[in-house]
């Protein structure tokens, strides 16, 4: 158990939600893998004028998915990819198979990861850990144009 000595926080701000910006990301994959999007979503913030609340994320498929994972360590996406793979594999004789062998296992991930994610804004910033991007996973093999709504909720400049 941990001892209540080692545990901090600060003291709570509150600010009132008067802003609310949305935006339309189209981003063209390249196919299966991860894009990263941290540096537009920070983008995003900063055009926003947002101070303090959060930014949202939704990506309107059902074969591609929104992860915030690390971005220090390129093998930690491959590994990522590989057990997505191991977990819904293309020749598991699936018999959703219309648009192709891969459309199925994309389905599957996707309920497996995510598609929507939530970042707490602080002072203008995304409050993202060191080594943490934000990425929109591309579950399937050919290049697709994915659309993400992003919004800001909280208060403005």
Do not use: C
Not at 86 to 93: K, M
Not at 111 to 118: N, R
């Amino acid at each position: 158990m941990t001892s209540l000595k080692s545990i901090s926080r600060t003291a709570p701000s509150t600010v009132r939600a008067t802003t609310i910006v949305s935006s339309l990301l189209t981003v063209q994959t390249s196919g299966r893998g991860f894009t990263d999007l941290t540096a537009e979503i920070a983008k995003f913030v900063k055009d926003a004028g947002a101070k303090e609340g959060a930014v949202m994320l939704f990506i309107r498929h059902t074969s591609a998915s929104l992860s915030i994972q690390e971005n220090a360590d390129p093998s930690v996406l491959d590994d990522l990819m590989t057990v997505l793979d191991r977990l819904a594999p293309e020749d598991a004789g699936w018999s959703h198979d219309t648009e192709g062998p891969d459309d199925m296992p994309a389905h599957i991930k996707t309920m497996l990861t995510a598609t929507s994610l939530q970042i707490p804004v602080l002072k203008s910033e995304l409050t993202l850990g060191t080594w943490q991007a934000i990425y929109l996973i591309e579950h399937r093999s050919r290049p697709h144009r994915r659309e993400i709504v992003v919004q800001f909720v909280g208060a403005g400049a």
